[in-house]
C-alpha cells in the first residue's frame, strides 16, 4: 500500500488527535513497512532530484561548517551574460558530503511527484499551503545546530536515521522533553517556535512537511476581501466601522476558510488534455480537483453546487461520494463508482461539466 497523508494523521494518532494537537504538542508516530514510501520519500527521490534540477539557487544546496559557498560545488556556463548551464562539480560535492555537510532539497515537491503529491494531500487535509524540504547526510553532525521554525511541521524519516532533541518553547528557559533517534517509518510533529535539533547516524534521509496554519486573524480578513469583493461594497474608511466587521466575521471562522478556499485563485499544475477541449472517454483516467485548496460545496437534495477558482456549477447530488473524496484531496478512478448511481452517460456528463469549467484535472492511470 502506497503512503498517503491519512496514513500520516493515523500514525500521530488520528484526524481527532490531530485537530486538538497539532501545533500545540509534540505528536509521535510510526509508519509500518506495508506502507511503502521508497518510490516516493527513498534514496531513489533524491537520485532524480540530482539528475533533473537545474540547479536553481537555494533550490538544492549544501549546509555545511564552514559554509560552502555554491559556487565551490556548482560549475556555471555563461554565454552571452546568461546563465546557461549548470552541472555538479563531483569532487568537491562529494568531499563536502563525506565531511559532514548536509544535502537539502527546498520546496522538492516541485521537483518529483512523490513529495509533490503528498504536499497536496497535506494542503487538502490543513487547508492552508504546504510545502516539503529533504535532507540527507552521511556522518554524525548537524546541519543547523538547535532552532525553531516560524511554521509546524511534520518530519518523517525516510532512510537511515538521525538523533533529535526537541525543546517545549524557545530560548534558554524552554525545557527539553524529547531526546531520542527517528528510524524509518517515524513520524513527529513539531509545533511553530520550538526548538529543536538533528543530528545524523550515518546515511540518513527524512522529509519535513512545513505549513503555516491560518490564525482566526488571517481567515477574518481573507473572508472580509472576498466579502467586499462579492457584495461589490466598500470597504469601510473608518477603523471603528472595521474592527466591528472584523469581530463579526471572526465568530465563524470555519465560514471564513470556506470563503478563502473559495476564492482561492491557485490552480494546480497540470492540464487536462483532450478532455477540456472536447469530450472524450475517461475510461481508464484519475480525477482530482484543480484548485489546490477545497472548494465551497453546498449539498442540497438534488444538486451539489461548487464554488472555486472564480466558478460557481450546479452538478447531480449523486456525485456526492466522489465530490467529497475529492474535497478531501483523494484522486478517484473513473471505474470506481463507489455506488453512485447514475449511469455511465449521465456519469461522463457530469465529470465533463466539471472538467470544461476548469474544476477537475484528469489525468491517465492505466
Request: a negative charge.
Given at each position: 500500500?502506497?503512503?498517503s497523508?491519512?496514513?500520516i494523521?493515523e500514525?500521530?494518532g488520528?484526524?481527532t488527535?490531530?485537530r486538538?494537537s497539532?501545533?500545540?504538542?509534540l505528536?509521535?508516530?510510526?509508519?509500518?513497512?506495508?506502507?511503502s514510501?521508497?518510490?516516493?520519500l527513498?534514496?531513489?527521490?533524491?537520485?532524480h532530484?540530482?539528475?533533473t534540477?537545474t540547479i536553481?539557487?537555494?533550490?538544492i544546496?549544501?549546509?555545511a561548517d564552514?559554509?560552502?559557498y555554491p559556487?565551490?560545488?556548482?560549475?556555471?556556463?555563461?554565454?552571452?551574460g546568461?546563465i546557461?548551464?549548470?552541472n555538479?562539480?563531483?569532487?568537491?560535492?562529494?568531499?563536502?558530503l563525506?565531511?559532514g555537510a548536509?544535502?537539502?532539497a527546498n520546496?522538492?515537491?516541485?521537483l518529483?511527484?512523490?513529495?509533490?503529491?503528498?504536499r497536496e494531500?497535506?494542503?487538502?487535509?490543513a487547508?492552508?499551503?504546504?510545502?516539503?524540504?529533504g535532507?540527507?547526510?552521511w556522518?554524525e553532525k548537524?546541519?543547523?545546530g538547535?532552532?525553531?521554525d516560524?511554521?509546524s511541521?511534520?518530519?518523517?524519516?525516510?532512510?537511515g536515521?538521525k538523533?533529535?532533541?526537541?525543546?517545549e518553547g524557545?530560548?534558554p528557559?524552554a525545557?527539553?522533553?524529547?531526546?531520542?533517534d527517528m528510524h524509518?517509518?517515524d513520524?513527529?510533529?513539531?509545533?511553530?517556535?520550538w526548538?529543536?535539533?538533528?543530528?545524523?547516524?550515518?546515511?540518513?534521509?527524512h522529509?519535513?512537511?512545513?505549513v503555516?496554519l491560518?490564525?482566526p486573524?488571517?481567515l477574518t480578513?481573507?473572508?472580509?476581501?472576498?466579502?467586499t469583493?462579492?457584495?461589490?461594497?466598500?470597504?469601510?474608511d473608518?477603523?471603528?466601522a472595521?474592527?466591528?466587521?472584523?469581530?463579526s466575521l471572526?465568530?465563524?471562522v470555519?465560514q471564513?476558510?470556506?470563503?478563502r478556499s473559495a476564492?482561492s485563485?491557485?490552480?494546480?499544475?497540470?492540464?487536462?488534455?483532450p478532455?477540456s477541449?472536447?469530450?472524450a472517454s475517461?475510461?481508464g483516467t484519475?480525477?482530482?480537483?484543480a484548485?489546490?485548496?477545497?472548494?465551497l460545496?453546498t449539498y442540497?437534495?438534488e444538486?451539489?453546487?461548487?464554488?472555486s477558482?472564480g466558478?460557481?456549477l450546479?452538478?447531480?447530488?449523486?456525485?456526492?461520494?466522489w465530490v467529497k473524496a475529492?474535497s478531501?484531496g483523494r484522486?478517484?478512478r473513473r471505474?470506481?463508482?463507489?455506488?453512485?448511481?447514475?449511469g455511465?452517460d449521465?456519469?461522463d456528463a457530469g465529470?465533463?461539466?466539471l472538467?470544461?469549467?476548469?474544476?477537475l484535472?484528469?489525468?491517465?492511470?492505466?
Amino acid at each position: 500500500m502506497t503512503l498517503s497523508w491519512d496514513i500520516i494523521v493515523e500514525a500521530l494518532g488520528g484526524e481527532t488527535v490531530w485537530r486538538k494537537s497539532f501545533g500545540h504538542e509534540l505528536l509521535k508516530g510510526r509508519v509500518s513497512r506495508e506502507h511503502s514510501w521508497e518510490s516516493s520519500l527513498g534514496w531513489r527521490v533524491v537520485d532524480h532530484l540530482m539528475k533533473t534540477t537545474t540547479i536553481e539557487p537555494l533550490m538544492i544546496r549544501l549546509s555545511a561548517d564552514p559554509i560552502a559557498y555554491p559556487g565551490s560545488y556548482i560549475s556555471t556556463r555563461i554565454d552571452g551574460g546568461d546563465i546557461v548551464h549548470r552541472n555538479w562539480r563531483y569532487g568537491p560535492m562529494i568531499e563536502y558530503l563525506r565531511s559532514g555537510a548536509t544535502l537539502i532539497a527546498n520546496r522538492a515537491d516541485r521537483l518529483h511527484v512523490g513529495p509533490a503529491r503528498l504536499r497536496e494531500q497535506f494542503e487538502y487535509f490543513a487547508d492552508d499551503p504546504a510545502w516539503v524540504n529533504g535532507y540527507a547526510c552521511w556522518t554524525e553532525k548537524s546541519a543547523f545546530g538547535r532552532h525553531c521554525d516560524g511554521h509546524s511541521t511534520v518530519i518523517f524519516q525516510a532512510e537511515g536515521s538521525k538523533r533529535w532533541r526537541i525543546w517545549e518553547g524557545t530560548g534558554p528557559d524552554a525545557k527539553l522533553i524529547e531526546e531520542a533517534d527517528m528510524h524509518p517509518g517515524d513520524v513527529w510533529h513539531i509545533p511553530r517556535r520550538w526548538d529543536h535539533e538533528a543530528t545524523g547516524i550515518g546515511p540518513s534521509l527524512h522529509w519535513t512537511f512545513g505549513v503555516h496554519l491560518s490564525t482566526p486573524e488571517d481567515l477574518t480578513r481573507t473572508a472580509m476581501d472576498a466579502w467586499t469583493n462579492r457584495h461589490g461594497e466598500r470597504r469601510p474608511d473608518d477603523a471603528v466601522a472595521l474592527d466591528s466587521l472584523m469581530t463579526s466575521l471572526s465568530t465563524d471562522v470555519h465560514q471564513a476558510r470556506e470563503l478563502r478556499s473559495a476564492q482561492s485563485l491557485e490552480r494546480r499544475e497540470g492540464l487536462s488534455l483532450p478532455w477540456s477541449v472536447q469530450s472524450a472517454s475517461f475510461a481508464g483516467t484519475g480525477l482530482r480537483w484543480a484548485a489546490r485548496f477545497p472548494p465551497l460545496v453546498t449539498y442540497k437534495e438534488e444538486t451539489i453546487t461548487i464554488e472555486s477558482l472564480g466558478v460557481r456549477l450546479n452538478v447531480d447530488a449523486r456525485l456526492a461520494p466522489w465530490v467529497k473524496a475529492w474535497s478531501a484531496g483523494r484522486v478517484v478512478r473513473r471505474e470506481d463508482v463507489m455506488g453512485i448511481p447514475l449511469g455511465d452517460d449521465d456519469l461522463d456528463a457530469g465529470l465533463d461539466a466539471l472538467v470544461k469549467a476548469g474544476l477537475l484535472l484528469v489525468e491517465q492511470v492505466g
